[in-house]
Nanobody
């Protein structure tokens, strides 16, 4: 079993920055992919960014150039640095680990971008 604990999030003004962190524990594959998804009210959960153990990354087009994902393989942590935040970034953000063909999710953390 894999457990994910997220931290960060909150309320920020447009143009501001936030950093989300996620710590994974349990039996995690050395080839696990870690990432962040988000879900706005009334919308589906969408990929924000993900990163492999080799450091290869994928980003949603809407966040390219503004968000940066990183991970510490030794500590099984993944961070999402979010800069130049926009109101449309408002959503619940979920940490995700894909390990041995199974998806694991954190409890979600609210990010609200508003003046």
């Amino acid at each position: 079993q894999v457990q994910l604990v997220e931290s960060g999030g909150g309320l920020v003004q447009p143009g501001g920055s936030l950093r989300l962190s996620c710590a994974a524990s349990g039996s995690i594959s050395s080839s696990a992919v870690m990432g962040w998804y988000r879900q706005a009210p009334g919308k589906q959960r969408d990929l924000v960014a993900r990163i492999t153990t080799a450091g290869n990354t994928n980003y949603a087009d809407s966040v390219k150039g503004r968000f940066s994902i990183s991970r510490d393989n030794g500590k099984n942590t993944v961070d999402l640095q979010m800069n130049s935040l926009k109101p449309e970034d408002t959503a619940v953000y979920y940490c995700n680990v894909l390990s041995r063909a199974r998806n694991y999710w954190g409890q979600g953390t609210q990010v609200t971008v508003s003046s």
